[in-house]
């Protein structure tokens, strides 16, 4: 792709990086192919190359309007056109450039400005989070239907001491999942014991820095990254050998600590020991011997793979084999590649879509007729459950049954 970037624009790390990007696509348009918005919109500005047509212009005239942050928008950042181009064009990379260059030149609605807002002061917030949850379980007879069924109901949890190993990992609790979905990461910590491989604790739930980064916050987004590497790097050089997120969005934020700061000076070079550390907990597991956990009964399984497994972080079908290996029957899914809508906030901000795409997914989920859907992810989790009438669980789950049954 050709650009005319101004040379002002170009002397800028984002200038620079934006030329790189855009002309390295080659309007092949294989992108639009598995892209869920082009597929379900049927329009050329809600695909991947008609967003970086959008970006490319506005670069070069320096303008944007509300129609640009729109299509822009609309993208669920799944990375699926990622993994369809030829090219190795680094989509997300430029989208989020994009969006926070059209949103300092177009001003939002009210309306919306005050959402994101809303949504910036309360779900990166473990304990705000879990109060709100709590406040929407009470009242949820008096909401609307579509809104009262993205509340889950509270699960018991019982507790668990992690054993003392000689191997360690750090294990992230996230800030929405030790509310939306308490037993997954006491499922992983049974999991890992079972491997001999202990799980420690920071001591607090905390976001990653995805929420705030997707949702244009970047200060904020880098100041909780910082914080972050600050508290979990002495524990790295206390023996962990490992950052663990048993949700793949967090996992992929984390490993993207390394290019988020790579101007910064100080930490530049501690963010990428971070990403070099981080591991979705499927990574873990499936080197390990899976013994333990075999079962014979042939329980009939879909999987349904988030974008952030199998496109961020390029682990698609690990997770699949893992619940082959121990003796599950996973059922096939048609377009497994497709996104399930829920795209962090993406499912409050894009709502209409958002359903249509969940609603196509568990279609696809259910036509094996299986008896449970797993996934590796609380968003998809959480949004699939809302409109389906078979459980959603983490995969982490299913093995840690086969303890509890073994």
Known sequence: MQTKIPPEQLATSIGSEADAILRSCVHCGFCTATCPTYQLLGDELDGPRGRLYLIKEMMENNRASKTTLEHLDRCLNCRSCETTCPSGVTYAHLLESGKAMAESMVQRPLKQRLLRQLMLKILPFPHRFSLLLSI?????PLLPDALGKKIPDRRPVQTVQPI???RKVLLIEGCVQPALAPTTDVAA?????TLNIETIGTGMAQCCGAIEHHLGDTNASLDRIRANIDLWLPMLDNGAEAIISTASACALEIKEYGYLLRHDEIYAEKAARISHAARDIAEIVHTEDLSPFK?????RIAFQSPCTLQ?????????EEILTRIGYELTPVANAHLCCGSAGTYSILQSEI???LRDNKLAALTSGSPELIATANVGCQNHL???SNISV???TELLTEEITNG
């Open 311 to 319: 496109h961020g972080q390029k682990l698609s079908g690990m997770v």
């Open 354 to 356: 958002s359903s249509e």
């Open 295 to 299: 079962r014979s009964d042939g329980k």
């Open 136 to 140: 929407g379980r009470v009242v949820r």
């Open 385 to 387: 459950q809302s409109a």
């Open 393 to 395: 669980i983490h995969w």
């Open 189 to 193: 910590i049974r999991l890992l014991d």
């Open 164 to 166: 003392k190993r000689q």
